[in-house]
């Protein structure tokens, strides 16, 4: 029996277990019948819109068949939008966002994107209760009431959340005290101009089940906490985090200071990977107001490998510049069982990549 002479049932069933949206285009120029079946089935795999072309076809051929809203479950906007074309996102929006949606991630340049997804679920005779991610990224107003409006309402299946603490946007602690009913909650993302231990920790503490931890975190003040400074402080005002598995992976943009790293490592005591980026450290250094000698420099460089010294796997970015030599960089990451594996990035400013992993260690 040739394979087009399958029971449809049984021909949808073998179609479904392709991953692949092109692959299931191409099995449409098959046969008629399996035309319909593909269609269907695309719509339900992960989408990456890569143009705004993309976007626009998308819509329009979703404008044809309003039903096959309802099936798409995975977005991602893989470009950088225009802020101009928030008309046609809503339109996008109001097709796709339903209660299989699974993922909306990217950018969406629509201005009230978190008001309009709360609206569309409280008129919906459906519970919103498979959705995982939302729209979130420094394009993105994650910083308003709207948005944590919206976290709250999809708290039960967010598994991915943004919180944002500024100057201007202090710790809004009832936001924060309500982390702990996020029953899905597995990624955070932490924003702050100016962090402090006790902030971060009250963060963490209200959430259970992390296994990534991101950190976009701007420190001004931290960078004089000693090494033993950090251990005491820890020990004084602090316990280590009891969760049922390790941290998976601990990401750090603009690290500016071994504090945070030190105190997570502390904090979580078992992290499988970790990505420290410090390359903007010495231009942070030269614009700011605080003195930091480049002794000091250096030793804020090591502290930061010193602290990984335990973690399976970890990435390290930064510029070997002044007194801040590789050599030294590379003598201090040399623990038993670890392969050290170096990349000149940009030899011009120093740029280096150093990937660290245990000997044994397989998952990379």
Excluded at 122 to 138: A, M, N, R, W
Excluded at 188 to 215: A, V
Excluded at 231 to 253: C, E, M, S, T
């Amino acid at each position: 029996m040739a394979f087009t002479d399958l029971p449809s049932e049984i021909s949808q069933a073998i179609l479904a277990c392709i991953d692949e949206v092109q692959v299931l285009a191409e099995c449409r120029l098959v046969c008629r019948d399996w035309n319909p079946i593909c269609e269907q089935l695309m719509f339900g795999k992960k989408i990456f819109l890569e143009s705004q072309a993309k976007v626009s076809q998308l819509v329009e051929h979703l404008n044809k068949s309003p039903s096959f809203g309802k099936l798409v479950k995975y977005v991602v906007f893989d470009f950088a939008a225009e802020s101009t074309a928030s008309a046609l996102y809503s339109k996008l929006l109001s097709l796709i966002f339903t209660p299989n949606l699974r993922v909306l991630d990217g950018y969406m340049p629509i201005r009230n994107i978190y008001k309009e997804m709360v609206s569309i679920a409280s008129k919906s005779s459906q519970k919103f209760d498979k959705l995982e991610v939302i729209p979130q990224g420094e394009r993105m107003a994650t910083d308003s009431s709207d948005f944590k409006a919206a976290c709250l309402l999809f708290k039960k299946s967010l598994k991915v959340v943004t919180v944002t603490v500024t100057d201007e946007n202090k710790p809004d602690w009832r936001f924060i005290g309500q982390l702990g009913t996020f029953e899905n909650l597995a990624h955070l993302i932490l924003t702050s101009g100016t962090p402090d231990l006790s902030t971060l920790r009250r963060i963490i503490d209200n959430c259970n089940q992390l296994e990534t931890l991101k950190l976009i975190w701007v420190d001004a003040e931290n960078p004089r906490m000693t090494k033993a400074a950090v251990r005491n402080w820890f020990y004084i005002n602090d316990k280590p985090k009891k969760q049922g598995k390790a941290l998976r992976l601990l990401k750090v943009v603009n690290c500016f200071s071994p504090v945070f790293v030190e105190y997570l490592v502390y904090k979580f005591q078992h992290i499988e990977k970790a990505e420290i980026d410090m390359n903007m450290y010495q231009v942070f250094i030269s614009d700011s107001v605080i003195q930091v000698t480049d002794g000091a420099i250096h030793d804020h460089h090591i502290r930061v490998v010193q602290a990984l010294q335990d973690t399976l796997y970890y990435d390290f970015l930064y510029c070997t510049l002044r007194n801040n030599r590789l050599e030294n960089i590379i003598y201090h990451a040399q623990v038993a069982d670890n392969v050290i594996a170096i990349r000149i990035v940009n030899p011009q400013k120093g740029l280096v990549h150093m990937r660290v992993k245990k000997l044994w260690y397989l998952d990379v």
